[in-house]
Nanobody, 128 residues
Framework: QVQLVESGGGSVQAGGSLRLSCAASAHTYSTFYMSWFRQAPGKEREGVAAIYNGGGGNYYTYYADSVKGRFTISQDNAKNTLYLQMNTLQPEDTAMYYC??????????????????WGQGTQVTVSS
């Protein structure tokens, strides 16, 4: 079982930026599939970004179309921490953001049911 703790959420105006962090407990974190999801009130949980170790020290990232070019997922293995840098935020980005992890393998990176470990979430609110 991997414990995940998100932080960094808050309230910003449209066009602003936030950086979310997700601290993971597992010592094998660096080999896990890691992702960010979000869920707005009344909507289904939506995959935002994912990152995974493709072997040979290569990490691959994948983004939902709605955030491509604005959000960047990254991880610091020395700190067991996953990040989501969010730029040019828009009101439609308002949601609870969740960190997710799974040892894999995962073929559909932004599909919530693929992940067995979840954090409690951090709220992001973007005002116009």
């Amino acid at each position: 079982q991997v414990q995940l703790v998100e932080s960094g959420g808050g309230s910003v105006q449209a066009g602003g930026s936030l950086r979310l962090s997700c601290a993971a407990s597992a010592h094998t974190y660096s080999t896990f599939y890691m992702s960010w999801f979000r869920q707005a009130p009344g909507k289904e949980r939506e995959g935002v970004a994912a990152i995974y170790n493709g072997g040979g020290g290569n990490y691959y990232t994948y983004y939902a179309d709605s955030v491509k070019g604005r959000f960047t997922i990254s991880q610091d293995n020395a700190k067991n921490t996953l990040y989501l840098q969010m730029n040019t935020l828009q009101p439609e980005d308002t949601a609870m953001y969740y960190c997710a992890a799974d040892p894999g393998p995962i073929t559909r990176l932004l599909r919530a049911v693929e992940y067995r470990n979840w954090g409690q979430g951090t709220q992001v609110t973007v005002s116009s």
